[in-house]
């Protein structure tokens, strides 16, 4: 797994093919029509933060 850069920020993808200087992502959970190919600038490794189980946490889901 990795993560793309797009305009509305990182989005998780997973390569499904390669060539030369491109990547073809996909979108776990979009539909096949939002694979696309990439330049490997616009990727990166999968950024995951830990947090201690028991830990209370804020999250946002649409605004809210």
Do not use: C, F, H, S
């Amino acid at each position: 797994m990795l993560e793309v850069k797009t305009p509305e920020g990182w989005w998780r993808a997973r390569v499904i093919d390669q060539k030369k200087d491109q990547l073809k992502v996909t979108y776990p959970g979009w539909g096949a029509e939002y694979d696309e190919w990439v330049p490997p600038k616009r990727a990166r490794p999968l950024q995951r933060e830990l947090i201690p189980a028991g830990t209370k946490v804020r999250v946002e889901w649409n605004g809210e």
